[in-house]
């Protein structure tokens, strides 16, 4: 079972900008797709950022031109970062990846890391 630990959440103002780090202990080539999801209180689940094992990126609609995912396939590590911070960004911030041969959802997640942002 692949391991999924996300870092770097926290409180932030309006404005600010952070970097979600997550670290998983598996190869990097069994992944055809890597992304972060988030979630706030009482919402369903929104998908934030997705990066394919080629490098191909896209972002939700609530984040594009804001967010920038990348990874590190020797690192085992993909980045969110996330710049003009607003308050409706606040939310547990969950990364998953999707293994190669699956199409469509994800199969691993992290247990999330909470970001709040304040006014």
């Known amino acids: 079972q692949v391991q999924l630990v996300e870092s770097g959440g926290g409180l932030r103002q309006a404005g600010e900008s952070l970097t979600l780090s997550c670290v998983h202990d598996?190869?990097?080539?069994?992944?055809?797709?890597m992304g972060w999801y988030r979630q706030a209180p009482g919402k369903e689940r929104e998908f934030v950022a997705r990066?394919?094992?080629?490098?191909?990126?896209d972002y939700g609609a609530s984040v594009t031109g804001r967010a920038t995912i990348s990874s590190d396939v020797a690192k085992n590590t993909i980045w969110l970062q996330m710049n003009s911070l607003k308050p409706e960004d606040s939310a547990v911030y969950f990364c998953?990846?999707?293994?190669?041969?699956?199409?469509?959802?994800?199969?691993?997640w992290g247990k999330g890391t909470l970001v709040t942002v304040s006014s």
């Open positions: 998953a990846a999707r293994s190669v041969g699956r199409y469509g959802d994800m199969d691993y």
């Open positions: 990066i394919s094992i080629g490098g191909d990126t």
């Open positions: 598996g190869s990097s080539f069994n992944f055809n797709a």
